[in-house]
């Protein structure tokens, strides 16, 4: 069974920048790992993802300025926020999936908590 907890959230102003982290309990070398977020009222969508090989998908909103990484020794995926908008403003999860590459939230099977990041304007 695979566990995530998250970790980095917090109060930024606008341009400003955060270092999500997600660390993994089990092995997710194999795995595609990526990050959704869901804002007050608002549905869950896709920020970005990585596969195994390092593939890497973001949605058009955050392109240029969120980078999705991976450390398979600490089995941990990073997402670095910058230029932030309050429009980013989101409790962000980690979701991890062991086969396959998807935006769709339904399809991951392994969910952390989620993190709140708050973007002041």
């Known amino acids: 069974q695979v566990q995530l907890v998250e970790s980095g959230g917090g109060l930024v102003q606008a341009g400003g920048s955060l270092r999500l982290s997600c660390a993994a309990s089990?092995?997710?070398?194999?795995?595609?790992m990526a990050w959704f977020r869901q804002a007050p009222g608002k549905e869950r969508e896709f920020v970005a993802a990585?596969?195994?090989?390092?593939?890497?998908y973001y949605r058009d909103s955050v392109k240029g300025r969120f980078t999705i990484s991976r450390e398979y020794a600490k089995n941990t995926v990073y997402l670095q926020m910058n230029s932030l908008k309050p429009e980013d403003t989101a409790v962000y999860s980690c979701?991890?999936?062991?086969?396959?590459?998807?935006?769709?939230?339904?399809?991951?099977?392994?969910w952390g908590q989620g993190t709140q990041v708050t973007i002041s304007s």
């Open positions: 990585i596969t195994p090989s390092g593939t890497t």
């Open positions: 979701a991890g999936r062991s086969q396959g590459t998807t935006l769709y939230s339904a399809q991951y099977a392994y």
């Open positions: 089990g092995r997710t070398s194999t795995y595609t």
